[in-house]
């Protein structure tokens, strides 16, 4: 079975904060994803890496970042937390090749206030 | 400007009736598409896919019909049941990317 495993389930942040949102993947797969999701708008790709140390823009990049310096781990990275950016965040992984299904984590709420 | 598009935000249907979920693109290169099943408070889990070398692809109760040239895809719930009830995402991706985009999602609601 694929997990895939976000390391925090509910948080709440402040405006201006640093947030740092975590996943590990345990099947070796060669691609990551970060999505949000929002009510109306379904799941909106943030950032996504095909290798370690490589990532590739979403469709909703500003105001993120992410880093992939392992291959089992992906992080999200907010740098200064704004309200528009309260969500469910949600992480993937998918093997290489483009006829393969994604695997999701169970989802990150986050709060900012 | 989302590249899949399901323009039902909601639909209700009685158990036991069929339940037809509906999918646009506009990317003419997606060539593998997927069905998405999400509960409120989980991530989303893979239900049937299809690739573009098929029209129709079934799964016990689910069954996906592509139609390429109109470039639409449909989700078919036979029979419904409460357990149904859930939001659908429809996704897409293109052959050689790694990426994939998902729609707005349609609530299915299934009345007991």
């Known amino acids: 079975d694929v997990k895939v495993t976000q390391s925090s389930r509910y948080l709440v942040k402040r405006t201006g904060e640093k947030v740092f949102l975590e996943c590990v993947q345990d099947m070796d797969h060669e691609n990551m994803f970060w999505y949000r999701q929002d009510p109306g708008l379904g799941l909106r790709l943030i950032y996504f890496s095909y290798d370690v140390k490589m990532k590739e823009k979403g469709d909703i990049p500003e105001g993120y970042s992410v880093s992939r310096e392992k291959k089992e781990r992906f992080s999200l990275i907010l740098e200064s937390a704004s309200t528009n950016q309260t969500s469910m965040y949600l992480c993937?992984?998918?093997?290489?090749?483009?006829?393969?299904?994604?695997?999701f984590g169970e989802g990150s709420w986050l709060t900012v206030v | 400007d989302q590249q899949v598009k399901q323009n039902s935000p909601s639909l209700s249907v009685q158990e036991g009736r069929i339940s037809i979920l509906n999918c646009d693109y506009t990317?003419?290169?997606?060539?593998?598409f997927l069905w998405y099943k999400k509960y409120p408070a989980e991530g989303p889990t893979f239900l049937i896919s299809i690739s573009s070398i098929k029209d129709k692809n079934e799964d016990g109760r689910f069954t996906v019909f592509l139609n390429k040239s109109a470039k639409h895809l449909s989700l078919h719930i036979v029979p419904s049941q409460p357990g149904d009830s859930a939001v659908y995402f429809c996704?897409?991706?293109?052959?050689?990317?790694?990426?994939?985009?998902f729609g707005a999602g349609t609530r299915l609601t299934v009345k007991p």
């Open positions: 996704a897409a991706s293109a052959y050689r990317n790694n990426d994939m985009r």
């Open positions: 993937a992984s998918r093997p290489g090749g483009s006829r393969n299904t994604i695997y």
């Open positions: 990317n003419s290169m997606f060539d593998y």
